[in-house]
């Protein structure tokens, strides 16, 4: 049944330069059950690039199981998130979605394949881009304690010797 939601979320420009984009990725990237409410929500997602860096443009559906056992969408949310995993505010989401507007455009072949293609690199380069800066605090976390042992000992040694 998920494989059968497909969503095109298209933002249209407003001032009548005849400009569009679609921001979903028109098949799911990712599909969870709520773990409190047992909602199901599923995750269409498109990656957005700009002299700042990748963003994640991320549509969020969440279902719910009628009586009849059919399902109904019960809300639909957008989500801007940078590399890091920090929610963009209203202005640098703007910068993004005109960045978006501008660029180059789509045949719309393939686009299925390319929205998981491009998912999935920008998935690996948030990972990579994680191990990176925890293989740095781990370095600044050993520094720091060498530091203060050294620091320990020479007051030790000082006492000792005086």
């Not at 095109?8 to 400009?19: A, C, E």
């Not at 995750?43 to 990748?54: C, E, N, P, T």
């Not at 920090?86 to 393939?110: C, I, P, Q, Y």
Request: hydrophobic share 40%; proline share 1%.
């Amino acid at each position: 049944m998920i494989d059968d939601m497909v969503l095109s979320w298209i933002l249209i420009d407003p001032t009548g330069r005849r400009r569009a984009v679609n921001l979903s990725s028109h098949k799911p990237v990712a599909v969870q059950r709520h773990w409190l409410s047992g909602e199901v929500q599923v995750r269409y997602a498109s990656i957005l690039a700009a002299d700042q860096g990748h963003v994640q443009c991320g549509i969020v559906v969440t279902c719910g199981a009628t009586e009849g056992g059919e399902m109904q969408v019960g809300e639909v949310s957008v989500e801007m998130e940078d590399m890091d995993g920090n929610h963009l505010t209203g202005k640098d989401s703007l910068v993004f979605l005109h960045g978006a507007l501008e660029g180059k455009k789509g045949t719309g072949k393939n686009r299925i394949d390319e929205g998981q293609r491009r998912y999935s690199k920008y998935v690996e380069m948030k990972r990579e881009r994680r191990e990176r800066k925890l293989r740095a605090e781990s370095a600044l976390d050993m520094f720091c304690v060498a530091f203060g042992i050294s620091l320990f000992v020479g007051f030790c040694c000082f006492l000792l010797c005086r």
